[in-house]
Structure formats: C-alpha cells, structure tokens
C-alpha cells in the first residue's frame, strides 16, 4: 500500500481510502447503499487497516450520522492508536428541519463539526470537507468557518468536494488573499467510465497541487465485472439506485476491454478499473467501499496491478472523452507553443 501526500501538506495517506456510505443505513437511500451494523463494519475497518489503509472518509448525512457513529465506536472496539488513521468527513446535507440546519454557512459548518466529533469520539478531524456548493452562502463566509475550526484545534486540514473547478479557483483566489487555512483535496466522482473532470477539473488541481479523492471508482457497480451489454448483472445496485449516470455505450465499451486485460492478468475487472485510476497523475486516493470483507479485499488487490504503457494507451482509446469546445481549440493553437 503506497503512500501520498495530500495536496500540498506534509499529510499522508493510503492510496485507497475506506468509504463508510455503507454504515449503518436502514430505509430510503441509506437502505439501499448498505445496512452494515457495528460487527460488520468492525470487519471491514479491521481489514482495511490491516492492508496498510491508513485512510477513513465518512460524512455527516451518511445514514443521518449512524455511519459517523459506527465508525468511531469500530475505532475504539479495535483499539486503533488515534496517529495511526486519517480520518475524514463531511458538512452540507440537512441534518434537522429548516434552512439552518444544512447548507455551508458559519452556523451549520461551526454546528456539524461539534456533532461529527460527538458522534465519531474524536478530539479532532484530519480532513474537513465541504460535501457540495452551496448557492445560497457566500464562499468567503464558508472559508472563514473553515479557518475557524482549524485555529481551535478541531479540524487539521481542509477540503472540498463536488465543486466546479472555476468555483474551487475562487476560493484558492479567497483564502490566499485572506491568509485562511489551504484547500487541500477536492472529493469528485472520476472512473474510466466517467472522465468528465479531465475537461477543467483535472488541469486545475494539478496546476494547484490539490489532492483528488476519488468517489465512485466503480461508476456505482457498472464496472464490478458483473454487467454486460446483454444485461448480465442487472439485479445488483444499479437496479435500484442507478447512479452516478454514465455513458453506458463507452462503459461497456470499456469493460469489454478491461475483461481481456483483466483474464491475461489473472485479475478481476474491478481490479482493472481500479488499477486504471491508481495510474492517473491527478489520484491522491481511490475511495473504496464494500459490504463484505471478501470484496474489500479483492479491490485492495488492485494495488498490486501494474498497467504498461500498451494496456493504459488501449483503454484509454476506448474510454476517452469526445472533443469539445474549447478544448480542441486551444489544443489546435497551444500546440506549436507547447514544443
């Protein structure tokens, strides 16, 4: 299990992250998602640490903060030394009834770091992250509620998830002018079936060193090895909870491609996809969820597959966006200045 820094901090982490969508869920979405109860998910704590997983995200909403709690008592009941993990959550969702109780503003962000840190038992949170844009706050307002929190010693560090890259380019441009606590990581949905951050999102975070999270690496179980063209696996996941949306004609495109790759290495097609994401410049670390332990450990197995040139260069072919406006243009009139 290798290790990154994340963004530009002396922080690392594991290559692969333990998701917790998959804590304590019961009807609704949550159901859906997963229904892990305490023994469960002590389990696939306790596998993914022993792999070398130093890394845990979680969030507020996850199950209306049962996942927090479960995660946090799986920590005390395996006695993990608190230096030993990174432990990440999020703020945005509505907690409660009314306009206060969700959203990034001061109070919510001030309110929800106290409740993540009751329910999970933890004096502190490494990573602290805004789970979305909230239109109807003003980005300084939510920067500054941010500093806040890691000038009391209850956040270590801070990030991001499922913003625009111009929006996340405005709050590099606030919190520098302002001297406020660095963006450190972006949280974004990114898969071979999915490369839509590539078109803005990418670029940006390498130009400014920001750490990417990826979520779904699976494009929600589309990539498990399970689904084909002709409907095989259609009862898992994606029969209920179809999401995130994919261009299914390139997925599956993608998949039949992974499978030879997957066959002459001895390896799953998940491992493939996985791998694939492993190898992208732009990766902190591959956020990895499971029901089981057994398919825990097959996706942690994706670390040891190494992709040459050929295999990256032919799934790339077959997964890659289509050109569009303007990124064929500046292509077209960069070229000749890039060399």
């Not at 130093?54 to 909403?61: C, E, K, M, Q």
Request: proline share 4%; hydrophobic share 45%; net charge neutral.
């Amino acid at each position: 299990m290798r290790m990154r820094p994340l963004g530009q901090s002396g922080l690392f982490v594991s290559e692969l992250c333990l998701g917790t969508m998959t804590f304590g869920g019961a009807e609704g979405m949550w159901g859906q998602i997963g229904r892990l109860r305490q023994e469960e998910a002590d389990a696939l704590v306790g596998a993914a640490l022993s792999a070398g997983v130093n890394f845990i995200d979680t969030a507020n909403i996850y199950a209306g903060g049962e996942s927090e709690r479960i995660l946090g008592q799986s920590l005390r009941n395996l006695r993990v030394n608190r230096d030993d993990v990174v432990i990440a959550t999020k703020v945005l969702g509505p907690m409660g009834e009314g306009p206060n109780a969700r959203g990034a503003s001061r109070r919510h962000i001030l309110d929800q770091c106290k409740a993540s840190l009751e329910r999970l038992g933890l004096e502190y949170i490494d990573l602290y992250q805004i789970h979305g844009f909230d239109p109807a706050t003003p980005i300084v307002e939510t920067l500054e509620a941010l500093d806040t929190l890691v000038r009391q010693g209850f956040v270590r560090y801070v990030g991001l998830s499922n913003w625009a890259a111009w929006r996340i380019m405005k709050a590099v441009g606030v919190v520098e002018s302002r001297r406020l606590a660095p963006i450190l990581s972006l949280q974004a949905y990114y898969s071979i079936a999915g490369r839509d951050l590539e078109r803005e999102i990418t670029p940006m975070l390498l130009s400014e060193k920001i750490g990417l999270m990826v979520w779904s690496p699976l494009a929600g179980g589309l990539l498990s090895g399970k689904y084909d063209r002709d409907g095989k696996g259609a009862d898992g996941r994606r029969a209920t909870f179809d999401f995130p949306p994919v261009d299914r004609d390139r997925g599956f495109a993608a998949i039949e491609t992974m499978r030879a790759i997957a066959e002459a290495k001895g390896a799953s097609v998940a491992q493939i996809a996985l791998a694939w994401l492993l190898h992208q410049d732009v990766v902190t670390s591959v956020i990895v969820g499971a029901k089981r332990v057994e398919q825990l450990q097959e996706n942690i197995g994706a670390t040891q597959v190494a992709l040459d040139a050929s295999e990256l260069a032919a799934l790339d072919a077959v997964s890659r966006l289509p050109a569009e406006y303007p990124g064929w243009m500046l292509e077209r009139q960069g070229a000749y200045r890039a060399t």
